[in-house]
C-alpha cells in the first residue's frame, strides 16, 4: 500500500505543478481529497491491514496528504500573483495616449484661471510669486498685524499642523502671508501676484469649499493710493470677464490693511458677487518686513479663484470643482 500511496503522491503532485488556472487547481483539490479519491479509497483499506503494516501506511498516508497540500498552497500563490499581474495589464491606463490627434487631458478649470490672470496681471507689469501652503504663525498672523488675542484670528477657522509649539503651524487660511515673504525677501517697489491654494476648517456648501484658492495682489511703491488700488481691481475684472463688468468697494475691516474694504463685482445681469478683500497695506505690516512706512505705502487684495471660475462658467456647485467627474471636468 505504501508503494501505491507513493505512486499517487507523485503523479498527483505533477498534476498540481501543470494546474493552468487557479479553477483547475480547486477542482484538482476536491479529487485529491475528496470521499470518491484514490487517497480516500486506500484510508477506508487501512483498517484491515495488521497493526504494525497500519502504523506504517498511516505514516505514508500523512506525509503524502502534507505534501500534496504544501503543494497546492505553493502553486495556488504562484496562479494569484499571475492572475494579479494579469489583471493590472488589463487594467492599466496609458496616461500618455493621445486622443483623436490631441492630448487625452487638460488643465483643471481652476489651473486655467490661475494661468489666465497672471497674464492679466503681467501684462500690467507684475512678476508672480509663491508661497508655502503649511505657514507659521508669523506669516499667517502676526507680521499681518493679527494681535495675540485679537477675534479675527478665531474668524478665520484654522487647521493647525502638530508640529512645534501649539497653534504654531498652520495650513495657511489666505494667501496674504505671501505678503510678508516677497516684503521680507525684497526691497520696494513691489508689483506681485501670489495665487494659491488656502484652507478653511469649515463646512462645505455650494458657495464655500474648506480648500479653496485665492489670488493676492501686493503693490508697494512710493505714492501709492487708494485710488490705485480701485482702478486695478476694476481693470482686472473687466480683462478677465469683459467690458460690461464692473466693480465697488464697501467699508470693511482686516488687521492687515487701513482702510479696508471688501470688493464685489457685478454680473451682466445687475446681481453682485462678493469676492474678496482690500486695502491699504498697514504701516505695522511694512515695518514688520523692514519696509520704512513713511517712506513708501501699498494696496493690497485677495480674493476666491473658484468662485471666480465658477462664477464666468456658470458652476452653480463650487464642489464640482473638486470632483473627478470626467464629465464635469471635459466641459472645460
Ligand atoms: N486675506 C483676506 C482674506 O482671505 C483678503 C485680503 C487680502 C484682504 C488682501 C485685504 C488685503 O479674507
Known amino acids: 500500500m505504501i508503494d501505491e500511496i507513493r505512486r499517487i503522491q507523485a503523479e498527483s503532485t505533477r498534476r498540481i505543478d501543470g494546474a493552468a488556472t487557479l479553477d483547475?487547481?480547486?477542482?484538482?483539490?476536491?479529487?485529491?481529497?475528496?470521499?470518491?479519491?484514490?487517497l480516500g479509497g486506500l484510508k477506508k483499506q487501512l483498517g484491515g491491514l495488521a497493526p504494525e503494516a497500519r502504523r506504517e501506511a498511516g505514516l505514508a498516508?500523512?506525509?503524502?496528504?502534507?505534501?500534496?497540500?504544501?503543494?497546492?498552497?505553493?502553486?495556488?500563490?504562484?496562479?494569484?500573483?499571475?492572475?494579479?499581474?494579469?489583471?493590472?495589464?488589463?487594467?492599466?491606463?496609458?496616461?500618455?495616449?493621445?486622443?483623436?490627434?490631441?492630448?487625452?487631458?487638460?488643465?483643471?478649470?481652476?489651473?486655467?484661471?490661475?494661468?489666465?490672470?497672471?497674464?492679466?496681471f503681467v501684462g500690467l507689469g507684475f512678476t508672480v510669486a509663491e508661497g508655502p501652503e503649511v505657514e507659521d504663525d508669523w506669516h499667517n498672523f502676526t507680521a499681518l498685524n493679527f494681535g495675540q488675542f485679537h477675534p479675527a484670528r478665531d474668524m478665520q477657522d484654522t487647521f493647525f499642523v502638530g508640529l512645534g509649539e501649539p497653534k504654531e503651524v498652520v495650513m495657511r487660511t489666505h494667501t496674504s502671508p505671501v505678503q510678508i515673504r516677497v516684503m521680507e525677501g525684497q526691497a520696494p517697489p513691489i508689483y506681485s501676484v501670489m495665487p494659491g491654494r488656502v484652507y478653511r476648517?469649515?463646512?462645505?456648501?455650494?458657495?464655500?469649499?474648506?480648500?479653496?484658492?485665492?489670488?493676492?495682489?501686493?503693490?508697494?511703491?512710493?505714492?501709492?493710493?487708494?485710488?490705485?488700488?480701485?482702478?486695478?481691481?476694476?481693470?482686472?475684472?473687466?480683462?478677465?470677464?469683459?467690458?460690461?463688468?464692473?466693480?465697488?468697494?464697501?467699508?470693511?475691516?482686516?488687521?492687515?490693511?487701513?482702510?479696508?474694504?471688501?470688493?464685489?463685482?457685478?454680473?451682466?445681469?445687475?446681481?453682485?458677487?462678493?469676492?474678496?478683500?482690500?486695502?491699504?497695506?498697514h504701516p505695522n505690516v511694512?515695518?514688520?518686513?523692514?519696509?520704512?512706512?513713511?517712506?513708501?505705502?501699498?494696496?493690497?487684495?485677495?480674493?476666491?479663484?473658484?468662485?471666480l471660475a465658477a462664477t464666468r462658467h456658470g458652476v452653480?456647485?463650487?464642489?464640482?470643482?473638486?470632483?473627478?467627474?470626467?464629465?464635469?471636468?471635459?466641459?472645460?
Open 24 to 38: 483547475e487547481l480547486g477542482e484538482l483539490q476536491r479529487d485529491l481529497f475528496g470521499k470518491a479519491s484514490e
Open 61 to 120: 498516508m500523512n506525509e503524502a496528504t502534507e505534501a500534496l497540500r504544501t503543494a497546492l498552497d505553493g502553486r495556488r500563490s504562484i496562479l494569484e500573483a499571475s492572475a494579479r499581474r494579469a489583471q493590472a495589464d488589463a487594467e492599466r491606463l496609458d496616461l500618455t495616449e493621445v486622443r483623436a490627434g490631441r492630448d487625452a487631458g487638460h488643465l483643471h478649470l481652476v489651473t486655467q484661471t490661475i494661468e489666465e490672470l497672471e497674464d492679466v
Open 201 to 281: 476648517n469649515e463646512a462645505t456648501d455650494s458657495t464655500h469649499l474648506a480648500v479653496f484658492h485665492q489670488l493676492e495682489c501686493l503693490v508697494v511703491d512710493e505714492g501709492v493710493t487708494f485710488a490705485h488700488l480701485a482702478g486695478t481691481i476694476d481693470r482686472f475684472t473687466k480683462a478677465y470677464f469683459g467690458p460690461g463688468w464692473t466693480s465697488r468697494l464697501r467699508p470693511s475691516y482686516f488687521p492687515f490693511t487701513e482702510p479696508s474694504a471688501e470688493f464685489d463685482i457685478q454680473r451682466p445681469d445687475g446681481t453682485w458677487l462678493e469676492l474678496g478683500g482690500c486695502g491699504m497695506v
Open 286 to 307: 511694512l515695518a514688520n518686513c523692514g519696509i520704512d512706512p513713511e517712506a513708501f505705502s501699498g494696496f493690497a487684495f485677495g480674493f476666491g479663484l473658484d468662485r
Open 316 to 332: 452653480t456647485d463650487l464642489r464640482e470643482l473638486a470632483s473627478t467627474d470626467i464629465r464635469f471636468l471635459e466641459q472645460f
